[in-house]
Every structure is written in structure tokens, then in C-alpha cells.
């Protein structure tokens, strides 16, 4: 029976901008620190995992502003207002400097669990706003999926109910406040590897936890439920 593999990855890391684009964000502080320049709180809770679980995590530390790792190459948001008049030269040397070899890096470590024939279990971690366009987000945490595959239900239901447990006080809900189809990395991972070889699940915190004792439960719980997943066997082949 094949065993289970892990990868963490991070998009939304940080929001640091290259000396070479800067020009295109001054007097934007403001937006680079805030939700759409960033996801906070993710690359310390995903280290934080990779650490305490030997797992390995690809992380983005570049601001989404200046090109959107969670989305595909034809999607209209891959650059955002700031950058999507860059000329198509210096939109390819983005896409060829940063965007490709970060996806690559995720391919590549899957590649090697899927040549070793184990089940990839992908974890993409990611922090959302609590309010967005004046709504009130009532989501804690997100486990973002496809529903039409067997393998992701089954894991993101041992999630959830794990959670829900460990965390009584929280609102975990399934593909909230994104579709797990929406596209996205893990959208595009499974055009590439089989459902019952590689199961993509998006982990959405709301920001408004971070910092707090409750994201240090949201860590700590996170790790217990992982830790669980290397050591069982799976349960769907």
C-alpha cells in the first residue's frame, strides 16, 4: 500500500518588492502591507510546519502585486493594476524569473513522490481579510477542495473534523471564502497528476487571528492533524 508524502507551499508569503520594480509602487505602502499585497501570517505558520514536521515547504516572499503566483498563466488577474501595463518583455522576464521557477519547484518535489510512487498530499497555507467589501467574513478556517475527488474529501474531512474538535469555539467550513476549484495552483496541479495520486487542499485562515494565542492553537492543531496523515496509511488507494 502506498504511503502518504506532504509538501506545504506558500504563494501569498510576503510582499517584498525587487529593487528593478520598485518605481512601480511608490507611495503604495499601504497596499503592500495590506491583504492584497500579502497574505499575513502564512510564511511563519508554514515554516513553523515544515519545521516541526521535516516536511518540505516552497515558499513565495514576493508581493502578489507584482505577479500572482495563484494564478494561471492566462488569467487576466496574473498581473495586478500596478503591473499589468509592463510591456510584454518585461512581463515574460517576470513570468520566466519568478513565476515559472517557483511552480517548477512544486512540480519538481511531486515529481519525486509520485516517481517513489507515494500519494502526494499538497497543502497550499493562505490568510484571508476579515471584512471584504464591507461584509463580515464568518469563515475561521477554510479547507478549500474538489469536491469530485474522492481522495481530497476523504483527507479534507479528516481535517475538519479534527479541527472542528480541537477547536470547538471555531467556524471550519469547506471551500469558504473561496471554491477550491477556483483557479490556483492546486487547481492546475491536478490537471497534472492523477486524483488518487495527489490531493491539492488550500488552508484559509482568517487574518484576524493572526498574531493571537488562537493562531498559536491554529498551528499547533494543524501540526497534530498533519503529523497524523505521515504516519497512517492511506485510506483510499
Partial sequence: MASYALI?????????????????????????QSHQGWDPGTLNLAQALSDHLGIPLVACTISRLLIEMNRSLDNPELFSRFTSSLSVYEKSKLIQSVYLPYRRRVEKQLDIYQKNGKISLHFSIHSFTPIFNGSIRDTDIGILFDPARPLEV??????????????????????SPYKGTDDGLTTYLRTKYAANTYAGVEIEINQKWVNTEKFDLIQTSLQTILYSFIKR???IE
Avoid at 8 to 32: R, T
Avoid at 154 to 172: G, S
Fill in 8 to 32: 506545504l507551499s506558500c504563494e501569498h508569503g510576503g510582499n517584498h518588492i525587487p529593487p528593478a520594480y520598485i518605481h512601480l509602487f511608490e507611495a503604495q505602502e499601504k497596499v503592500l
Fill in 233 to 235: 496509511k492511506p485510506g
Fill in 154 to 175: 476523504d483527507i479534507c474531512a479528516q481535517i475538519k473534523a479534527f479541527l472542528q474538535n480541537a477547536l470547538p469555539d471555531m467556524q471550519v467550513i469547506y471551500n
